[in-house]
């Protein structure tokens, strides 16, 4: 069974960019969410997607979306990227949010 | 604040010796997860507690939720170099779909 795939790895970006960051969840997971991960500020919630609706949306600023696809596969979008937007972007998916949930590897995103 | 706050934030021992890692906070949870993350993965979960005063072990590792439910802790007995990761506990906020991590403790284990 595959397991959470997002693309890709690796990703550099200047300021006032923007970038899209994929995720495929397990086959089978309806349930996407999204965390960004720091060093200063751990592990923070984005959003969670069920069935393309998103249920909920983290503290974050505008400048962060997401969607979901009829297929379950997901993105997300940050539009004129900022120097703390730097950080390790996790996606997890689940058959449902309170199922036990599986992480991807994350995409490391720098932003210069 | 912090909702979890973990203890200690840095953990480095050698191989062989026993460990204790904290997971504390003043709210009351239903259940509570630890996670172990390596260098370059996503984080993998390891446990689920949901009764309090519960113990669950799982080889060298033994977790524990305090009996009022808002505090937890991992126990390593005789560490491994396997070991070494970011353990992360986490709770389920009902109804917001969103897990709510600590900042988790770095664990680095010496051969």
């Known amino acids: 069974k595959a397991g959470v795939t997002q693309t890709p790895r690796y990703l550099i970006k200047t300021r006032g960019q923007q970038v899209t960051l994929s995720c495929s969840p397990i086959?089978?997971?309806?349930?996407v969410s999204w965390y960004q991960q720091t060093p200063g500020q751990g592990l923070q919630f984005l959003f969670e997607?069920?069935?393309?609706?998103?249920?909920n949306k983290g503290n974050f600023p505008g400048r962060f979306s997401g969607r979901q696809f009829s297929n379950s596969r997901s993105e997300m979008n940050v539009s004129t990227l900022e120097l703390g937007d730097s950080a390790l972007y996790l996606c997890?998916?689940?058959?449902?949010?309170?199922?036990?949930?599986?992480f991807g590897s994350g995409t490391q995103l720098s932003v210069l | 604040t912090q909702l979890l706050e973990q203890s200690p934030q840095f953990l480095s021992i050698q191989e062989g010796e026993n460990l204790t890692v904290y997971c504390n906070s003043s709210?009351?949870?239903?259940?509570l997860q630890w996670y172990r993350q390596e260098p370059g993965e996503g984080p993998v979960l390891l446990v689920t507690?949901?009764?309090?005063?519960e113990v669950k072990k799982l080889k060298r590792l033994t977790f524990q939720f305090g009996d009022a439910r808002k505090d937890s802790s991992l126990h390593i007995t005789a560490a491994q170099p396997g070991d070494t990761g970011l353990y992360l506990c986490?709770?389920?906020?009902?109804?917001?779909?969103?897990?709510?991590f600590g900042q988790g403790t770095r664990l680095t284990i010496n051969p």
């Open positions: 086959s089978g997971h309806r349930s």
């Open positions: 986490a709770v389920i906020i009902q109804g917001a779909q969103k897990l709510v």
């Open positions: 507690v949901v009764t309090g005063g």
């Open positions: 997890a998916s689940s058959r449902d949010f309170d199922e036990k949930l599986f």
């Open positions: 997607y069920f069935s393309e609706t998103q249920r």
């Open positions: 709210s009351v949870f239903s259940s």
